[in-house]
């Protein structure tokens, strides 16, 4: 295989919610797709992660973020004279808008058949989630169980019924598209077999490997790198662990945070995990619990009750950190796009309820679910980019902080909590880790 020479590599981690910075340390995150924002990034290093959070958002208005985010990422990267490697960052349960975004990054390369195929790798391994045999699955509670039988296929909007990984791609892809496994057995065989494997595949091919842990994916990234050297493309779309794994940038540690004053836990996600961990955190520490009422939050009541809701945390930060939580019985619509968008309306009353909150400067935000963490940071503390610092306790909890200077408007670090990892204890463990006066058992 002849390696090509190429001018330095800048990989664009396009991030469909911001739980996908879990893992790195010492990366920009881009939060508005604007050339200044992607400039500083270009600054630091490597690598970039852009917050698209199109899983929060209808198929048109996703596809339309990610031309606007690519597009100032690509004069950025021809600035700097970089060669622009594309990853798509989305859900290891496979929720999110596959192929939608892949094929408008298809569309978008010149020439047009840049890409040998798409390379589909939702495995998390520390999260439990990894592909075996072809196999997706999820561990619950100690036990292994396929994707497409736990609650995350049931999602109002991305809903699936298959956890074999080519079965559930086809399901999605254009007829033309081919399918196949990349079986643990041409994986174990090393870096050059999963080459030989990628170059022997015709346009436009999927390829689902089976992924068991960490070596299995550092053997795909090796291999992947190595054949783009050799001018041969593959798209990504990858939960996670793929993305720090290609682009060189995993944590090495996790983050020291101590802070002196009570603070706000910020709770959107719906999963039964969630719930769980909630009540794990609330039975271990002395927390004051706010429970915003999701169906006034959709009537002409919205504005007394987000006044309720600041009102009650505002007194409560006084003395003790603070559960911000939507009633746990999920509000959906009678079709996908309706559900979409009342999930949207309470996230963003949920936001402007933490917006006022922050005027008081408390102690630490954590923000517990993808769609609420984004909104949290873009929307409640109004940044345009940030910094991840690494995780927090371990692999799965990124801290943010902001960009530049203290500007005096908010906390400077924002705690990104997925929806959906972690055992039930993980919160309180987090919040043993913070050692936060107020909240000490």
Known sequence: MI????PPTWFLILDDDPTGTQGIAGVPVVIQPSAIAFRWAAEQGGCVYALTNTRAMAPALARDTVTAFVEAAKGIASEFGRDLVIVNRSDSTLRGHFPLEIERLQTMTNPLDHYRGCLLVPAFPEAGRVTIEGVHFVRKKGQMVPVAETEFATD??????????????????????RVVHLASGTIDRGEDAVVEFLDSQVRFTVVCPSVRD??????LAAAQRQIQRAGV???VQAGPAYPRHLAGVTATGTVVLRVASPGVIVVGSHTELTTSQLAHAQARFDLSTIEINVALLLSESA????????????TALQHRSVILV?????????????????????????????????????????????ITSRDVAAVSLGWDAAMVEGPLVDQTLPVWSTAGAEDGAGPQRLVIFPGNVGEE?????????LSVDGITS
Request: net charge positive; aromatic share 6%.
């Open 425 to 433: 204890d993980l919160l309180s463990r987090a919040l043993e880790h």
């Open 156 to 177: 109002a909007t991305f809903g699936f019924t298959k956890s074999r990984l080519t079965d559930w791609a086809r399901s999605r892809v254009p007829g033309a598209w």
């Open 3 to 6: 390696v090509l020479k190429a």
């Open 214 to 219: 960490d070596t299995d994916l550092a053997v």
């Open 326 to 370: 939507t009633t746990r019985l999920r509000q959906t619509g009678s079709s996908e796009a309706l559900s979409l968008q009342i999930a949207n309306q309470v996230a963003l009353a949920v936001a402007e309820i933490t917006r006022q909150i922050a005027f008081v400067r408390p102690g630490f935000i954590i923000s517990k679910g993808g």
């Open 233 to 235: 493309h593959y798209l």
């Open 303 to 314: 504005t007394e009750e987000i006044d309720r809701c600041v009102e009650q945390a505002r």
